[in-house]
């Protein structure tokens, strides 16, 4: 079994920053890729950014230049630190890792922008 936990949301200011991140321990060694999605009311969930066991990156068109996903295979740890929130911004944030053809979940953390 795979549990990942997510620390690091909370409420912040337009224009402010935050950092989450996410452990997983359990039965995997090493995951193909980890990263985070967000989920807003009303919306359907989204990438926002991921990273791969080989380093590379990937984030969603929105996030570009303000957020910045990093990763520790050893530790299977994974951080998204957050800069310039916009209200926007505001979502369920869930941590996820990806192994083959199984993805684990974390519990969610709130990001919450808002003056």
């Known amino acids: 079994q795979v549990q990942l936990v997510e620390s690091g949301g909370g409420l912040v200011q337009p224009g402010g920053s935050l950092r989450l991140s996410c452990a997983a321990s359990g039965s995997v060694s090493r995951f193909n890729a980890m990263g985070w999605y967000r989920q807003a009311p009303g919306k359907q969930r989204e990438l926002v950014a991921a990273i791969a066991s080989d380093g590379r990156t990937n984030y969603a068109d929105s996030v570009k230049g303000r957020f910045t996903v990093s990763g520790d295979n050893a530790k299977n740890t994974v951080d998204l630190q957050m800069s310039d929130l916009k209200p926007e911004d505001s979502a369920v944030y869930y941590c996820?890792?990806?192994?083959?053809?199984?993805?684990?979940w974390g519990q969610g953390t709130q990001v919450t922008v808002s003056s």
């Open positions: 996820f890792a990806e192994y083959y053809i199984t993805d684990y």
